[in-house]
């Protein structure tokens, strides 16, 4: 009895400590089940993240006005940044009124375009956070009329107008080349005063003129040293044929290009007659320069005086001298006179395809 007193008191401790652990065992299930679990007990709990703060935004308004103050519908306004980029683009509405929304602040400025007015550009302006920005009235200017002006050479103009001249002739038949009908030619460069002389001179009209005028030479026996029948009839002719090329190229040509001068008559047709009437005869005196300029007619005088110098040289010898230069000097000067009154009184009537009527463009 002594001896298994101690074990029963072995196995009741025993019994026991089993009777706890189960205990315990259910009493921490339980509280795991309910979330108080050591696993969350022992860690505090993190912070949730907060929700970003939405971005501020700001707008634009404004109206567009004309100059009287009258409100301008479907005009192109245009947010620019300050760095000239778009932002964002919008068309005034009936009371000529726009705005912008949704606009990140900063500095912008406002481009205005409508059809028939000038474009518009504002100053720049600083729009802050959720601020709707009012631009002062924006008042358009009316656009001013654009002139595109196109430049060309003179030269090309001036070959332009010589070749209108060429097709001027009196009853469809004689040259009327030098008469200009254009009251500001353009002035002629050497090249081209050469040019028109040569087409001038040769026109196969020039060789009928002579034929005549060596016809009346030869009826009136005149320069008696060339003689008569066909070998006389031949030297007039050649006599005649050579003064009028040296005439015309000194006159039209040589002369006005080494003194800069324009060998064209200018037809002036209005005014009265005896404006018309000194204006053709003071032309054979003096003339226009290429630079616009009344100066004496060095190239017709000085012309006339070398052609009939020249005379000399194939004229009859009996015919030679002084007597036959200022003879030839004078028929030239008073042929050039007659010429000038029939330009102006005449020749507009009975030329074709004239291009001007002489006066200045009016404004």
Known sequence: MASSLPWKRVLRILACALLLCLVSGSLRAQQETAGFGPSRSSLPEAPLPKAPAAEALAGVAGTVLDPSGGTVSGADVNLMRSDGTQSHHVISEANGEFRFSK???????????????????????????????????????????????????????????????????????????YTSYIYDATPLTWKQKFSLAARGTFDPAAFIGVGFAAGIEQANNSFAGYGQGAPGYAKRYAAKFVDGRISDLLTHAVFPSLFHQDPRYYYQGSGTFKSRLGHAVGSAFVTRSDGGRTEPNYSYLLGDVSAAALCNLYYPEANRGAHLVFTNAAVGLAGRVGGNLIREFLSKRLTTNVTGDGRPPTL
Do not use: H
């Open 103 to 177: 606009t990140l602040p900063g500095p912008y400025l406002v481009v205005v375009n409508a059809t028939g007015f000038a474009p518009f550009t504002s100053g720049e302006f600083l729009v802050t956070d959720q601020q709707v920005y009012e631009l002062p009235d924006i008042s358009l200017s009316v656009a001013t009329a654009s002139i595109e002006v196109m430049v060309r050479p003179t030269d090309l103009i001036a070959a332009e107008q010589i070749k209108a001249a060429e097709k001027q002739r009196l009853v469809g038949v004689i040259p009327n080349f």
